[in-house]
């Protein structure tokens, strides 16, 4: 069973930079998509950015494309989110995800693995 660990969040001010990490806890298959997603007080959870672990193609949600980048690290069990000109609105539980193809179109229902979340708050 895949364990997803996930850190890096914190307070933030309007127009910071963080960066999350997430770790796989065994050896991920390069067909694999592992994304992010963000859910918000009283608002559905939604995709953020994900990346195709073979190739490494990488999708976004028009919110944060051009502030937000996902990217994989030499371990290949690890994905990181390197979030710039944060804004409030980006403030919300962040969720490491991992699952099929699917994932990687940010479908929530797709996701077959969740990290326990870390959450990113960003004051004005």
């Known amino acids: 069973q895949m364990q997803l660990a996930e850190s890096g969040g914190g307070p933030v001010r309007a127009g910071g930079s963080l960066r999350l990490s997430c770790a796989a806890s065994?050896?991920?298959?390069?067909?694999?998509?592992m994304g992010w997603f963000r859910q918000a007080p009283g608002k559905e959870r939604e995709g953020v950015a994900a990346?195709?672990?073979?190739?490494?193609?990488?999708y976004y949600s028009d919110s944060v494309k051009g502030r937000f980048t996902i990217s994989q690290g030499n371990a290949k069990n690890t994905v990181y989110l390197q979030m710039s000109r944060l804004q409030p609105e980006d403030t919300a539980m962040y969720y490491c995800a991992a699952g099929g193809r699917d994932v990687c179109s940010l479908f929530v229902h797709s996701v077959n693995y969740w990290g326990q979340g870390t959450q990113v708050t960003v004051s004005s």
């Open positions: 065994v050896y991920i298959s390069s067909r694999t998509c």
């Open positions: 990346i195709l672990l073979s190739g490494g193609l990488t």
